[in-house]
């Protein structure tokens, strides 16, 4: 079972309000990966880290969104400015390897813009 | 890029009775295939997982074969159960090596009822 921690479960914003999400990997996991699930429940991807490092993110995440994984404090995802269309399950995953390998998923936060 | 595709939306079986989930995927390079298992309101459950260099994979009730040719992987769920009942996501990742791409592409899901 995962031990992947991500808060809060459910978040509520209103439009052009602020929505941050944190993220405790797996303890001895240095990847992190950020995924956006829609209520089609399609998946995107966002962002990943290796330690501090952005190894790959979407333009997406370039423009509204923000993201890091601080030396020893939980990861965090960040949305500068709710738009409606942002309202998904946010889930964050960790693995030991960059790719080609189980990634381990949190509950995810549910995110509601209204 | 990579594309996944997940042949059933819904699959319904009785319980006891075998469960087949289909899934194919256009890059070769793609080497790892997870499975996972979402129930409602919950995160993912990683299931089982199969790797390129192997074709069939078992883990107690679940089985996973990989057909590189044709670029299709499935889950077999045997002796289904009414706990089975989820929704269940396949993935495809490229190896490790420094190709700058590390996502999970992930499947539409497949919504299966076990039923009693």
């Known amino acids: 079972n995962s031990k992947v921690i991500q808060t809060p479960r459910y978040l509520v914003k209103g439009q052009g309000q602020k929505a941050k999400m944190r993220c405790i990997p797996e303890?001895?996991?240095?990847?992190v990966f950020w995924y956006q699930q829609n209520k089609n429940n399609e998946f995107k991807f966002l962002i990943n880290f290796q330690n501090q490092e952005v190894l790959q993110q979407i333009d997406m995440t370039e423009k509204r969104f923000s993201a890091e994984c601080p030396s020893n404090s939980p990861c965090s995802l960040e949305i500068q400015s709710s738009e409606a269309g942002d309202s998904a399950l946010y889930l964050c995953?960790?693995?030991?390897?960059?790719?080609?390998?189980?990634?381990?998923f949190g509950p995810g936060t549910r995110l509601l813009v209204l | 890029g990579e594309k996944v595709e997940q042949h059933e939306s819904t699959l319904s079986v009785r319980e006891g009775d075998s469960a087949v989930i289909n899934c194919t995927y256009t890059?070769?390079?793609?080497?790892?295939f997870p499975w996972y298992k979402q129930e409602a309101g919950k995160g993912l459950h990683f299931v089982i997982d199969?790797?390129?260099?192997?074709d069939r994979k078992q883990s107690q009730r679940l089985i996973v074969l990989l057909d590189k040719k044709a670029k299709r992987f499935s889950l077999h769920i045997t002796a289904t159960q009414p706990e089975d009942s989820a929704i269940y996501f396949c993935?495809?990742?490229?190896?490790?090596?420094?190709?700058?791409?590390?996502?999970?592409?992930f499947g539409a899901g497949t919504r299966l009822k076990v039923i009693a």
């Open positions: 199969i790797r390129s260099n192997v």
């Open positions: 995953a960790s693995s030991q390897h960059r790719g080609g390998d189980t990634q381990y």
């Open positions: 993935a495809a990742s490229k190896p490790p090596v420094n190709t700058g791409n590390y996502k999970y592409v």
């Open positions: 890059d070769t390079a793609s080497s790892y």
């Open positions: 303890k001895g996991h240095p990847v």
